[in-house]
RNA sequence: GGUCCUGUGGCCGAGUGGCUAGGCAGAGCUCUGCAAAAGCUCCUACAGCGGUUCGAAUCCGCUCGGGACCUCCA
């Protein structure tokens, strides 16, 4: 069995993955801050890791998949005020700060689902572990790496880049970073610059708020995630994801406040997802090019064309290496929607194909396709085991769609493969593409269809009843009942229908 | 300004120095009452200029273009 080796940001290369506790991973993934929907980027670095998620399982693992819920907004550090995000967007909203907050949480859950993507272990909220990050903040502050100001903590960054290396992870500079940091009002408080807030004094507005040692205030964002990845994977585990943007200052102020307070880096493998760019510019609220995932399903957004189903994003995004940038556009969205089509009608061809039939008893007969079947899948994990790419486990499995239609249709002679062949390649279609890539059909499901196919039939049964032909009539009526739809007659000749 | 990534055919995208993925679109043919689907075939690219090498999309240098991060961000 070939090792599964990862891109660690840390070292800037793969890295043959051993896990800490042989048989378990550890692993925590930045979740969404719940101040306002997902839009289309949120869906990369979910399902990205959960496609991490469902591999290392098959690979045999226990895997502890922690994913954070932002719920306790933080500050905004844009000029005078510190404001709080998700205080302001209900005070915007006339919602209550939870109340909001659960309204959106709601809806990334819904999103996530739509994408087929597994829950993770644990899911814990900000605001639910504000103890452990004030815990925390008290063990830096004791350590002499953390000073309180006026009710705010802050990070001293400067004491702990004199014995560790921070900027290792993001490839920041120091140095730089104290002279290059542009200057910003109203933060007086900090020592200097590049100093992170741990803990903030919340203004007497401010709606979300806590009791701590150092006054009434909320926590700092970094602080959250350190807490809650040590309280449920202890000082050190294996792998941590999150978006590249994530990497400075987020990530780089998980370590050094880990370290501070565990002894010891906190992580082993980090990995990190691109980004989406729409246009060639990463989509952000900052850009107003966001597209909401609700606004992604029902196609209400000016740059749609039309509707995209989750799995055709689902799919678009995994027909791309996770560290690249992936662009949207309607034009490569509508090229994955046909493809994933093409792909899963000949994964459901297959699975007709009667083996026993079709298949020769002992050896298939094409003694070159059975090979060729072989070492499409037989390379498959290999590319998995490869920093999970994604995108030539599908094209492998592209290049066994005509190997299925033909044999569909007949162009294949029946035999050509052996009954054993086709059900070993059927197995790992099911593997690979559903239990590991996560991916479903695209079924229409909405009334809209059946509605339009119903009045079709009963077209073709009135034309039938007005020239006599019962025959006609009746096994339409009757072949309908026994798919669990009933027909009847109404006076006047209309025909209506229900489903039991 | 600093740090880093990137530039592949009409479009999207794999690519570990040699055997030059895959998808979408397009063209032709086969099948077909029509249409669709499907099958077969074709279109074969690596920003530019140098260099290393028997051999480079792949390594090195320069030029030009695009992007990310340095601020909340997936």
């Known amino acids: 069995m070939a090792e599964l080796r990862i891109y660690n940001s840390l070292t800037r290369q793969k890295e043959v993955f051993t896990p800490l506790v042989p048989g378990h991973v550890g692993m ?4 969404p801050t719940v101040s306002g929907e997902s839009h289309l980027g949120h869906a990369r670095p ?9 591999y290392l399982q098959t690979l045999g693992y226990k895997v502890r998949y922690v994913r954070n819920i932002t719920d306790a907004g933080h500050f905004e550090e844009e000029g005078r005020e510190a404001t709080d995000k998700i205080a302001e967007k209900a005070k915007l909203e006339q919602l209550e700060p939870m109340e909001l907050v659960h309204k959106y949480t709601r809806l990334f859950h819904w999103a996530m689902e739509q994408f087929n993507t597994l829950p993770p272990s644990v899911e814990p909220t900000a605001t639910g572990h504000i103890v452990e990050q004030i815990g925390m903040i008290e063990q830096l502050i004791a350590a002499g790496f953390a000073y309180e100001v006026q009710g705010s903590v802050y990070f001293d960054v400067k004491k702990y ?3 560790y290396d921070y900027g ?10 104290l002279t290059t940091t542009r200057e910003l009002d109203g933060q007086e408080d900090k020592k200097d610059r590049t100093d992170f807030a741990l803990w903030k004094a919340a203004a007497p507005e401010h709606i979300m708020r806590w009791q701590s040692p150092w006054g009434v205030g909320y926590p700092g964002w970094h602080i959250e995630c ?21 990497l400075f200052p987020h990530h780089e102020s998980e370590i050094a406040q880990s370290t501070i307070c565990n002894h010891q880096a906190p992580v082993r493998y980090w990995m990190h997802n691109n980004m989406i760019t729409i246009n060639g510019r990463k989509m952000g609220k900052s850009y107003n090019n966001v597209i ?5 399903f029902s196609g209400s957004h000016p740059l749609l064309e039309k509707a995209y189903h989750p799995m055709t994003v689902r799919f678009f995004i995994l027909q791309t290496h996770y560290s690249s940038t992936l662009d949207f556009s309607n034009e490569a969205l509508q090229a994955a929607e046909k493809g994933l089509k093409r792909l899963w009608e000949a994964y459901q061809k297959l699975k007709k194909i009667d083996y026993v039939q079709k298949g020769a008893p002992g050896n298939g007969t094409d003694e070159a396709l059975t090979q060729t079947v072989n070492r499409l899948l037989g390379e498959v994990p290999s590319f998995m085991n490869d920093d999970f790419s994604t995108a030539k486990v599908l094209a492998n499995f592209f290049e066994l769609v005509p190997v299925i239609n033909a044999i569909y249709d007949g162009h294949t002679p029946a035999g050509a493969l052996s009954a054993s062949t086709l059900l070993h390649m059927q197995k790992e279609m099911t593997h690979w593409l559903e239990t590991v890539l996560g991916l479903q059909g695209m079924e229409e499901g909405g009334h809209d269809k059946l ?21 006609t009539s009746d096994k339409i009526r009757d072949r309908l009942a026994s798919v669990g739809i009933q027909l009847k007659d109404e006076k006047g000749g209309e025909m209506t229908w229900r489903i039991d």
């Open 28 to 31: 925590y993934v930045c979740g």
């Open 46 to 54: 979910y399902i990205t890791f959960d496609v991490v998620y469902r």
């Open 451 to 471: 509605e339009q196919v119903m009045n079709l039939l009963i077209d073709i049964r009135k034309e039938a009843r007005g020239r006599k032909d019962f025959m």
């Open 226 to 246: 350190s807490a809650m990845a040590t309280k449920y994977l202890g000082k050190q585990f294996d792998i941590h994801g999150g978006g590249m943007d994530l």
């Open 168 to 177: 290792k992870l993001s490839g920041r500079i120091i140095d730089e970073l």
């Open 161 to 163: 880049a004199a014995s």
């Open 292 to 296: 909401r995932l609700t606004e992604l």
